[in-house]
């Protein structure tokens, strides 16, 4: 059973910075990808950032580029989201997501609020 574990999140000023952590595990496959999506209330859930283990080829949303930075660990299935310069805009529950042989994995969310 795939699991993917998350930490980090808060409550931090607009300004402010957090880091997010993920960590993967109950797979064997070595060539998957690692991200997160984000959903505000009453939006849909959308794609932030993602790295890819086979060669690090990393996306990033307009709305974030040039204020979170994405890393991996391949050999420990981990993937941290530096999130600088934070606005109310990027509050929002962020999910861990794992795309692993065709199928999608989800963590259980963790909360981001951005006070203004």
């Known amino acids: 059973e795939v699991l993917l574990v998350e930490s980090g999140g808060g409550l931090v000023q607009a300004g402010g910075s957090l880091r997010l952590s993920c960590a993967a595990s109950?797979?064997?496959?070595?060539?998957?990808?690692l991200g997160w999506f984000r959903q505000a209330p009453g939006k849909e859930r959308e794609g932030v950032s993602c790295?890819?283990?086979?060669?690090?080829?990393?996306y990033y949303a307009d709305s974030v580029k040039g204020r979170f930075a994405i890393s991996g660990d391949s050999t420990k299935n981990t993937v941290s989201l530096q999130m600088n310069s934070l606005k109310p805009e990027d509050t929002a529950v962020y999910y861990c997501?794992?795309?692993?042989?065709?199928?999608?994995?989800w963590g259980q969310g963790t909360q981001v609020t951005v006070s203004s």
């Open positions: 109950g797979f064997t496959s070595d060539n998957y990808i």
């Open positions: 790295i890819s283990s086979s060669d690090g080829t990393t």
């Open positions: 997501n794992a795309q692993i042989a065709l199928s999608n994995y």
